[in-house]
């Protein structure tokens, strides 16, 4: 009897030491781990307000983004730019600005991001001005060297620009007429 609860015993140890270096083997298997996953994906819809107090000037900004990675974006901005003349104390119509938008973003957590923005493009008079017709259509430049993005839900971010620089040039022939504006804008973005 004692030889044969040895051999039991014996088995029983061997099985659980087979148990025991067979674990080790398993955890160091290499293990698929899942890219995390990217919070900015593809296509996506921006919309912007902005007022400017150098040139008085306001502006509405609705346009196309699509991020190219995590941190660089492109997109397509159409923008109505009324502009406010402080001798008269009224609007003009002011310009509407077409352009494209370049996004470089570099995060800063989970949910923010400061960003640089370029933008290049064209400006259209919508009024008439003193040796500048309306619908004279001129180049257009800007960009903000300082911004922040804060994801506020999945996939929607609230976009501060405090010192965006835009300069509409409708006019370039004959005498330039130039309508730079420091502005501050504020907007959401959804998705890209």
Known sequence: MTTFSSR??????LGVALAVSAAPAAA??????????????????????????DNG??????????????????????EYNPWLSLEAGRFSRGAFNGYGTFI?????SDAVALRISLH????????DLVGAPAGSVG???????????????????????????????????GAPFVYQQYRLSLGLQFGG
């Open 120 to 127: 290049v493009g064209f400006s259209v008079l919508l009024f």
């Open 139 to 173: 180049p257009l430049v800007g960009g903000n060297f300082l911004g922040m993005s804060y994801e506020v839900a999945d996939q929607v971010y609230f976009v501060i620009d405090p010192a965006q620089l835009i300069v509409p040039a409708p006019q370039i022939r």
């Open 57 to 78: 000037a306001l502006a509405g900004v609705v346009g196309g983004r699509y991020a190219l990675t995590e941190r660089f974006v492109v997109g397509l901005d159409a």
């Open 28 to 53: 160091n298997e290499p293990v698929a781990l899942e890219p995390p996953p990217r919070r900015h994906r593809g296509w996506g819809l921006h919309t912007s307000v902005a007022a400017s107090l």
């Open 8 to 13: 039991r015993a014996g088995a029983g140890l």
């Open 104 to 108: 470089y973003r570099y995060p800063v």
